[in-house]
């Protein structure tokens, strides 16, 4: 998939593209199909040949099933349409007959959409990793590097280098947590049928046996089975809430590489800049600028699927399912996107030690203004703080704070490499 105004879109190819999310409903279709015929609900003629529905369809026909979406308002009934008559010229009239019996339209979407998700959350949890391990080392080089704080964008009192990135490291640590805690819950399943009863599919198998083909669908998709969530948007919106603090978390690396590298601050800079179209040797801060673009465009689409949520009625909603499907291709494209970018600063992010300390010293008379006014505070004190006083007297515990972080960032990639020893690496879900 490619977008010219959307840099950096190539970086979330197999996300949600068009092919992906094909590739999705023809998994859910063939795998409830075979699930039909592992509970005798569908007759043993019924199961798919080797290649499964892929090899009846495929990208090819992104174009038709597009333009047919028009006319059923989702691009379900139209690729079943096509997968039936394909089916029948395949000589598998059997299949074609079951094919999608017991299943609407909305199971499939969904379905499809809750797989793309959980690829692209995968995707991103690779690159935080890898982003952990690069802040840990910016932290602790930098622990006791002085720099001048500031707040509300003037100065305040000293700070060093490895504080303000041990607040990088802790928000990609966090956006992780909840990553983490996401997949640990498993991602669920939607069958319900045409009315969230799942009706069809109990007058041909029984309750029994109908509970057991969502079973098996689930269990076939690595997913949770559970019950229908049509009108019920909240196991959506679970999944993809955490995308969005995960790109707060790069929104405030990115807006602070670009504070800080302005040429008349020079404390950060990024490894390699872009270049300009009419100013030769212009090094524009890029993969922060796409960062930051990335961290202010998410909170509008995480907000669509939340207002979608809200406007949920009866047993399928009439615009507000629909108002999803963009806003979740985007939200979760653009984290993908955004977590290259993150990956790319941070590897080649620049620290000058020499201009941060240089700063810090400059500012001295401001920085340890409030270390005086505590001073005065405490009455006589054994040395006097004077207005040159150095700035990295000043501290607190900013070396505590730092060290607790960097403990933090240990375990995670301790466990992050544990986790990684005893399981195969992850297959990319193709949907």
Not at 201 to 212: I, T
Not at 218 to 233: D, I, K, N, S, T
Not at 357 to 386: I, N, Y
Request: glycine share 10%.
């Amino acid at each position: 998939m490619t977008d010219l105004l959307v840099p950096g879109d190539h970086r979330a190819d197999g996300v949600l593209d068009d092919a992906a999310v094909l590739a999705a409903m023809l998994r859910v279709e063939e795998t409830w199909l075979a699930a039909l015929v592992v509970h005798d609900v569908a007759p043993p003629a019924a199961a798919l040949p080797a290649g499964g529905l892929g090899r009846l369809v495929g990208d090819g026909d992104l174009a038709v099933l597009a333009r047919e979406a028009d006319d059923s308002g989702n691009p379900v009934v139209a690729l079943v349409a096509l997968l039936r008559a394909r089916l029948e010229d395949a000589g598998e009239p059997d299949a074609a007959r079951w094919l999608h019996r017991g299943l609407t339209s909305q199971d499939v979407v969904d379905t499809a959409l809750v797989l793309g998700a959980r690829e692209g959350v995968r995707r991103v949890r690779l690159d935080l990793a890898t982003q952990v391990a690069r802040l840990a080392q910016v932290v602790a080089a930098h622990r006791d590097t002085l720099a001048a704080g500031r707040t509300l964008t003037q100065h305040a009192v000293p700070t060093t280098v490895g504080l303000r990135g041990a607040g990088w490291l802790t928000g990609v640590l966090d956006a992780d947590g909840d990553l983490a805690a996401l997949e640990a819950a498993i991602w669920p399943v939607q069958v319900g049928g045409a009315g969230g009863t799942l009706a069809a599919l109990v007058a041909q198998a029984g309750p029994e046996r109908a509970r057991a083909v969502v079973a098996t669908l689930a269990e076939q998709l690595g997913l949770r089975p559970v019950a229908p969530w049509h009108g019920r948007r909240r196991p959506l919106t679970r999944g993809v809430d955490p995308m969005t603090t995960t790109t707060d978390a790069w929104g405030h690396l990115a807006a602070d590489v670009l504070a800080l590298g302005r040429p008349e601050v020079g404390e950060l800079a990024e490894g390699a800049g872009g270049g300009s179209s009419t100013m030769p040797g212009k090094a524009n801060p890029v993969r922060s600028v796409l960062l930051h673009r990335a961290a202010l465009a998410a909170p509008a689409h995480l907000a669509t699927l939340h207002l979608a949520a809200a406007g949920q009625v009866e047993e399928r909603a009439d615009g507000a399912w629909h108002a999803e499907w963009p806003a979740l291709r985007a939200l979760v494209r653009g984290a993908v996107t955004a977590g290259g970018h993150a990956t790319d600063l941070l590897a080649g992010l620049v620290v000058h030690a020499d201009v941060a300390t240089a700063r810090a010293h400059e500012a001295a008379e401001v920085l340890t203004a409030e270390q005086r006014s505590m001073a005065a505070l405490a009455g006589p004190a054994p040395r006097a703080v004077t207005a040159d006083a150095d700035p990295a007297s000043y501290l607190g515990l900013a070396g505590d704070l730092v060290d607790a972080v960097l403990v933090r960032a240990a375990t995670h990639q301790a466990a992050h490499q544990a986790a990684h020893q005893t399981r195969p690496s992850p297959t990319p879900e193709v949907p």
